[in-house]
């Protein structure tokens, strides 16, 4: 039976600091996440889509602001979904036709895509759409994946410093109708992506964090407003200022993270490597000294 679009809630932990929510893949969607990309700076009235896809399954959140998904699965009818909190999403699936509209001002989509970038991949044309979806049979797409260069992340917690963490300009596509930046597994970031958290509606001078992780790898990207990272290996300390979209700050395990200085109306994206695991944070920074030993 052909899977349909549909809106998905996700968790939120709900915090005086900020609110968090958060995307693990084949939990929250039923999809492994291939590729992370980001809209943003779209001018009021702007329209963006209006393609489908052979293969892709995608999910649509929007982490700021408003704006409205149109669906058209090829039946003659289109849906409208509404999207202005950051705790839901709309899941869908390939064969659909989807368009994205009335973008409210300082509006920030955020996609996560089943699949690596591959133009073969896009129906763009409608009328080819609808012979597409008509054919109502499993086309394979013959997609050609560029796996990119595979750097392992590093893992040992107790020799990990902050020269290892690193700012990278990413990937902007810029577009009259928005920008948009793209993250692909072991391409922008060293590791595939199982978890994607957020942090939202931050009180402007708030601090988030204060904890380290064993194993696990993460992109930090200030989608949008502006924060400070405060990075520390046990012996050295350095502070990284987060204001760019198109800009992510690497963070290998055994390092010592928080987040301050949020700026009003500020949101935190976090592209991870490993699921949610109580086990692996590292809490009491007397503990941490000591692994770090």
Known sequence: MKKSPNILQLPKIVDARGNLSFVEANRHVPFEIKRAYWIYDVPGGEVRGGHAFREQDEFIIALSGSFDV?????????????LNRSYFGLYI??????????????????????????????IRDYAEFITFANANVNVQSNLLINSGLIIPPFSDFTLSTVNECCV??????????????????????????????????????????????????????????????????????????????????????????????????????????????????????????????
């Open 70 to 82: 149109i669906v058209d699965t090829g039946n003659g009818r289109k849906k409208r979904f509404p």
């Open 93 to 122: 699936p390939k064969g659909v036709w989807r368009s994205l509209e009335n973008f409210s001002t300082n509006s920030l989509a955020l996609v996560l895509a089943s699949t690596v970038y591959n133009e073969n991949d896009y």
């Open 168 to 293: 990278n300009e990413l990937d902007k596509n810029h577009r009259i109708k928005g920008n948009i930046t793209v993250v692909e597994n072991r391409q922008a970031v060293p590791f595939d992506i199982e978890r994607v958290y957020y942090l939202y509606d931050v009180p402007g001078g708030e601090e988030r964090g204060g904890h380290a992780h064993k194993d696990l790898s993460q992109l930090i990207v200030a989608a949008s407003g502006s924060f400070d990272v405060v990075l520390d290996d046990g012996t050295t300390k350095k502070t990284i200022t987060l204001n760019r979209p198109y800009q992510g700050l690497y963070v290998v395990p055994g390092i010592w993270r928080e987040l301050v200085n949020f700026s009003s109306g500020s949101s935190c994206l976090v592209l991870a490597s490993h699921k949610y695991d109580e086990a692996d944070y590292v809490r009491d920074y007397n503990e941490f000294l000591k692994y770090k030993k």
